[in-house]
C-alpha cells in the first residue's frame, strides 16, 4: 500500500511525497505534486492531491494495473473499488468523494499528457490541445466545463447537499467551552465575519483595525475575496486586543500573523491547517455534536439572510463574485422559520374558518 509523507522545506512549506509501503519514492505522481506547487496550488490542495493519488496507486497495485496503459475499463473498475464493490476495499464513499478522486487522477494523466508524454501508453484522451501543450495558466483544465465530457462518461450523479449551520443552542456550548485565548478569538472571529479558515489563519496584525472594527482580507481563495473588508463587534475587538497582549507581545513573537501556535517545537509560528484541524475535532469530541470553520461561515449567512440583509451584501461579505454562488451555496431557511411562516399560513387558515 503507498503511504503519503509530510514534510517541510526551507521555507517551513508543507510538502507531500508519494511512496510505497517500504518508503520508496514514486517518480512521476511525485513529479506531478512538485508541479502543483510550482503553479501555487494552496497546501491543502496539494495534500488533498496527495491522498487522492494514493488510494488510486492502491488500487493499480492491487489489481497489478501498469499506470502508462490505464484505459476506460480500469478507471469504472476504480470506481466500483471506490464504492467499496470489491472484497479487497469495503470502505463505501460519497458520489462526490468519488468523483473528487477521479478527478485527480484525471489532472495526474493531464500532466502526464503535457510534460511526460513519451511514457504513456494508454489510448485515453485526457488532454488533446496541444497548441496550450506548456501552458501554466490552462492546467487542470480538466475541471473547466470545456473538457467535462471527458468526465462525464464515468462521473457518478451527485446529492446535492446544504451547508449545516449551527443553532443557536449549539452556539451557546461552543462560546460557553473552556477554550484558550486564541481559540475562543478563532471561533468569534469566524461566526462575526463569515470568514474561511484559510482566510483567517493569513490575517496579519496590520489588517487589523482596531478602532473601525474591522479586518481587510489581503489573502483569499478567488479574487474577488481579497480586499475585502470584514467587520467585528466590540466584545471581539476587546478580546483581540487582549490576545495581543497576551500572546504577541508578553511572549515578544516576532510574527506579523494574527493566529499563532500556543505550545510545542513550533510555539509562536503561524497556525497551520493541522493545528486548527486537531482544535475542531477535540472540540467536536467534547461538545459530542461536529463543528467545522466552516459551519460558522453558513450561519452567519443563513442568519443574515434570515434578517432580511440584501443578497448582495452577504455577497460581499462572503467574498463571492456572484450573488448566484451565494444564494445556492449559502442561503438556506432553517427548519424554524419554515415552520414560522407555515404557521402564520395555518393560523390565518383558522381564523378565515371561523369567520
Known amino acids: 500500500m503507498a503511504k503519503v509523507i509530510k514534510f517541510k522545506n526551507e521555507d517551513s512549506d508543507n510538502l507531500y511525497l508519494l511512496t510505497s509501503n517500504k518508503g520508496v519514492p514514486f517518480l512521476y505522481p511525485n513529479k506531478y505534486l512538485k508541479f502543483l506547487k510550482t503553479i501555487n496550488l494552496a497546501s491543502n490542495t496539494i495534500k488533498s492531491y496527495a491522498y487522492r493519488l494514493k488510494l488510486y496507486w ?10 502508462k496503459k490505464i484505459s476506460m475499463e480500469d478507471l469504472v473498475k476504480f470506481i466500483g473499488w471506490l464504492q467499496g464493490k470489491s472484497n479487497i476495499n469495503a470502505k463505501r464513499r460519497q458520489p462526490s468523494t468519488i468523483n473528487y478522486n477521479v478527478m485527480a487522477v484525471f489532472g495526474f494523466y493531464n500532466y502526464l499528457e503535457r510534460f511526460h508524454s513519451d511514457i504513456l501508453e494508454s489510448q485515453l484522451d485526457f488532454y488533446s490541445n496541444s497548441n496550450k501543450k506548456h501552458s501554466y495558466k ?10 467535462k465530457y471527458k468526465l462525464n462518461a464515468i462521473k457518478l450523479k451527485e446529492t446535492k447537499r446544504p451547508y449545516k449551520k449551527l443553532s443557536e443552542e449549539q452556539l451557546n456550548q461552543i462560546f460557553q467551552s473552556k477554550l484558550n485565548i486564541r481559540n475562543m478569538l478563532l471561533v468569534s472571529v469566524l461566526y462575526e465575519s463569515g470568514i474561511r479558515i484559510s482566510e483567517a489563519l493569513n490575517i496579519k496584525l496590520e489588517d487589523i483595525d482596531l478602532s473601525d472594527k474591522k479586518v481587510v482580507i489581503t489573502k483569499s481563495k478567488t479574487s474577488s475575496g481579497e480586499n475585502r473588508l470584514v467587520f467585528l463587534s466590540a466584545d471581539t475587538i476587546n478580546l483581540l486586543q487582549d490576545y495581543i497582549y497576551e500572546v504577541h507581545e508578553k511572549n515578544n513573537f516576532d510574527s506579523d500573523y494574527l493566529f499563532l501556535k500556543l505550545s510545542g517545537s513550533s510555539k509562536g509560528q503561524v497556525c497551520d491547517y493541522e493545528t486548527i484541524d486537531a482544535f475542531f475535532r477535540d472540540l467536536s469530541t467534547k461538545l459530542k455534536f461536529k463543528v467545522t470553520p466552516h459551519m460558522f461561515r453558513h450561519t452567519l ?10 443578497i448582495s451584501i452577504i455577497k460581499a461579505l462572503l467574498g463571492h463574485k456572484d450573488v448566484q454562488t451565494t444564494m445556492n451555496m449559502y442561503i438556506h431557511p432553517s427548519e424554524e422559520s419554515i415552520r414560522d411562516e407555515y404557521n402564520k399560513v395555518m393560523l390565518h387558515r383558522e381564523r378565515s374558518y371561523i369567520r
Request: hydrophobic residues 35%; negative net charge; aromatic residues 10%.
Open 301 to 310: 449567512a443563513t442568519e443574515l439572510h434570515e434578517k432580511g440583509v440584501e
Open 58 to 67: 492502491d488500487f493499480i497495485e492491487l489489481n497489478q494495473i501498469d499506470f
Open 138 to 147: 490552462s492546467f487542470l483544465e480538466h475541471t473547466k466545463t470545456s473538457v
